[in-house]
């Protein structure tokens, strides 16, 4: 087919793979669209039926691949190809960091219209061992109270896909699992049915500190409490003392807590919760810092990585120790308390305000009286700021998905803030807000990818901008 030739619904196509989507979705070209092929990665080439189409893009059907990828390997997990969790399981770990680097080059050229990126990109920072990584999980569950379901959802849906096993957890998030699994049966617990609303125990979360052996569980419920609490925690406490991981410090239940969430949608845990064993948080260390994390706080789902994450914000940071830090979207102070070792005074700005108060018992636990955090949205606050002639030596920016606010950009430009540190967990909006701050002055001077992620599409970047001499 000719690169001009009208698509048809219902039409067989041999296509070349050669990108691949957010949501894990091989990417080919056709008649002038974009085609989005599920189950294929960059350099398959297969044989495919147009199953929608619309006048900017098409999504195939994979019917035969031809030829693979020389970069196509076996899934690690065995229930990857049910299994939404993970996207780029046949894909080789090399091809992902290129796959990602690219993805931010792109961005940065194609929306940011940077276009010194030869010199300011620097090669993605990868895991030597890219398995049990995540030290949060957030897991529906389903089923019935003999037929529960603890996993993942399925890719586009909220069919929960009960693996007995996930090699991006340690492995004692099987154990805490298998031990709800069988909490579920014996005390007859009736699992979330979401589309009638009936049903308890919504959610299972779990919490590690890698560093320290700490473990919470959570039980999101759809209700108020469960029956018999005293021998699930005690299994748990069971389960997890004996077990065994080279990789981690002895385990211990740290926290148990109870989420009411009686609310219909997509929201996960409420601002409702009720500790009913242990301390309400667990403790982290990161580069020599502890961190106290509660139970709806915001914290880097990869330790190891985020280590190497930090010190690319402290190198950007260059802090001689007189400067004054605004720290924005700083969650639980994690990036805050780093920079204020070396820095004058950092203030932390965060709309959760049970992550406000985590950062400040983070402060005083490191005993660094430097560092000050207020509660609020950082939109309305950075104004402020500005109008009261706060002008900071260096700005931090952490900002969700969505990227900064059109505010807070604009307050940047006001306050004439020579030297920014972004760190973005979309490369899309990193390139959009970067574009803005170039035309206002600014000038991206180094670009680090980094990957938090193994094994899914996203990528964390962390970039050095600096206001260019007037």
């Known amino acids: 087919m000719t690169e001009n030739q009208a698509l048809t619904k219902g039409d067989p196509l041999d296509l070349e793979v050669t990108d691949i989507s957010h949501e894990g979705h091989g990417i080919g070209h056709a008649g002038g669209l974009t085609v989005f092929v599920p189950n294929t990665v960059p350099g398959d080439q297969v044989m495919v039926r147009i199953e929608v189409l619309k006048s900017r893009y098409a999504v195939a059907r994979l019917i035969k691949r031809h030829k693979p990828s020389p970069d196509r390997i076996e899934p690690g997990c065995i229930y990857a190809a049910d299994c939404g969790g993970c996207t780029l399981q046949t894909l080789a770990y090399g091809a992902q960091l290129n796959l990602k680097q690219r993805q931010v080059r792109e961005a940065l050229t194609r929306i940011g219209k940077i276009t010194n990126i030869d010199n300011t990109m620097r090669p993605i920072l990868g895991m030597a061992d890219p398995w049990h990584y995540r ?16 996993g993942f959802y ?26 709800v699994r069988d909490y579920i049966r014996t005390s007859h617990i009736e699992p979330y049915c979401e589309q009638d609303h009936t049903g308890l125990l919504r959610h299972l979360v779990i919490r ?25 925690i005690q299994n748990l406490v069971d389960a997890i003392g004996a077990h ?11 926290c148990c807590f109870l989420n009411r969430n009686t609310q219909k ?25 502890t961190y106290r994390i509660s ?38 102070g994690s990036i805050s308390l780093q920079l204020a070792k070396k820095a004058r005074k950092v203030l ?21 009286s430097n560092a000050d955090f207020l509660a609020g949205q950082a939109e309305k606050l950075l104004p402020q700021l500005a109008e009261n002639g706060w ?13 900064c606010e059109r505010a807070v950009i604009d307050s940047i430009v006001t306050m004439q803030t020579k030297r920014i540190v972004y760190v973005s967990c979309n490369p899309a909006t990193l390139a959009r807000d970067a574009a803005i701050l170039q035309e206002a002055g600014y000038r991206i001077q180094a670009v680090q990818p980094v990957d938090l992620f193994p094994w899914t599409n996203h990528v964390e970047t962390v970039v050095l901008i600096t206001r260019a001499k007037e």
């Open 135 to 150: 030290s949060k999980v957030q897991l529906p569950v389903s089923g019935t109270s003999q037929e529960p379901k603890i």
């Open 154 to 179: 399925a890719p586009n849906s909220h069919d929960v896909v009960d693996a007995r096993i996930c090699k991006v957890q340690p492995p004692v998030c099987d154990k805490i699992r298998s031990v």
């Open 208 to 232: 590690l500190g890698f560093a320290t052996g700490n473990v919470m569980v959570g039980l999101v419920l759809n209700g108020t409490d469960i029956t018999s609490r005293d021998v699930l």
């Open 244 to 254: 065994e991981d080279p990789a981690l410090p002895p385990l211990h239940l740290t």
């Open 265 to 289: 949608g997509n929201t996960i845990q409420t601002a409702d919760n009720e500790i009913v064993y242990g301390q309400g948080w667990i403790d982290e260390k990161i580069l020599n810092l």
């Open 295 to 332: 139970p709806q706080a915001f914290f880097q789902v990869n330790p190891r990585q985020t280590e190497k994450l930090f010190e690319q914000v402290i190198e950007m940071a260059n802090l001689q120790g007189n400067e004054n830090v605004l720290d924005l979207y700083c969650g639980t």
């Open 348 to 368: 932390g700005i965060e709309i959760v305000e049970a992550a406000i108060r985590d950062a400040r018992d983070n402060a005083r636990l490191n005993d660094l």
């Open 391 to 403: 002008n900071p030596d260096l700005i931090v920016l952490d900002p969700p998905r969505k990227g």
